[in-house]
């Protein structure tokens, strides 16, 4: 892991430790006596303001293909570091760089401790419970949905690249980023025999079927989280059409939210290019040519056009 410690001088910690306040924290995250506070977050940058109690500890997991730069200042108290090559003392003043850090790492505080953490990368919602057990949900649907593996970070992924193609601020990026992910979780109350039906629904089935975007949104919503219930309004409309003929509510045009209708096409595109219980899997330039043949009817015409310029980067 490249790393680089400094110690701050006296002064500018002491101007630093002012200047910042919980107070006004954007959302704050309290578990095991561990309290995390979302202080500012902007362009994909999170800064957030760790209080560690003595004896506890924190842990830093870098998924695949994680490049963000991370920043830790020690406020007070101190840690050690627990790394891949063994092991640092980080005292009050220290701060660390390190850019990527592809390798968990553990902090533990010998004392009360107060950090703050910069990570070019939203990470903050990542640490709630109740996001953690949601995204566990919407993994678990995925395989009861006869998907192979990684639906859901695929969606998120493409998602992501849409969004940002198309400047959404960064707030509506991280939204995005759960509603992607958690887009079906309402099919965990769809019975397997629906879902795995080899033949065609009747139409009761099909009417049951087509309540899972409201399952979503009632589960995303109980879990009073803000950020959820804001990716509950996202996913309840994942399967409107830019015609107005899709469901649960038949909206049309611009009254489908953008990220919607960016899950939309990213979904429609994932679920043609993979083998599914009822039909074999589309090569990329059929399911491609299948989107384009649905601009402006299903889809959102300025989506499908970014999401073609993104073609390069699809399986
Ligand atoms: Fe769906
Ligand atoms: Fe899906």
Known sequence: MALEVITLQQDILNTFRVSISTE??????????????????????????????AGHRWALNPEDGWNALEFFYILSGSLIWKHEDGERKLVTGSSVSAQPVKEPAI?????DTEFIYVSSQPVFHYYSKAVRDTMELAVSVEKKDGYTSDHCQRIMKFSML??????????????LNLAAFLHDVGKVNISDSILRKPSKLT????????????????L???????????????V?????????????YGLDGEKIHLAAAIISVVDSYDAMTTDRVYRKRLS???????????????????????????SDKLN
Do not use: C
């Open 24 to 53: 006004n924290a954007i959302e704050k995250i309290t578990y095991k006596n561990t309290v995390l506070s979302l202080l500012a977050s902007g362009d994909g940058t999170e800064v957030i303001h760790h209080k560690l109690p």
């Open 107 to 111: 902090f533990f505080a010998e004392e």
């Open 162 to 175: 849409v969004g940002e193609k198309l400047n959404l601020p960064s707030h509506e990026l991280v939204v």
């Open 203 to 218: 139409d009761e089935e099909w009417l049951e079927m087509k309540k899972h975007p409201l399952y979503g949104y009632d």
């Open 220 to 234: 995303l919503m109980e879990t009073k989280f803000p950020l959820l219930e804001e990716a509950a309004k996202i």
């Open 236 to 248: 309840v409309q994942h399967h409107e059409r830019y015609d107005g003929k899709g469901y649960p």
């Open 284 to 310: 990329k330039e059929e399911a491609l040519q299948e989107i384009v043949a649905n601009k402006g009817k299903m889809y959102h015409p300025i989506v499908v056009d970014t999401f073609l310029s993104l």
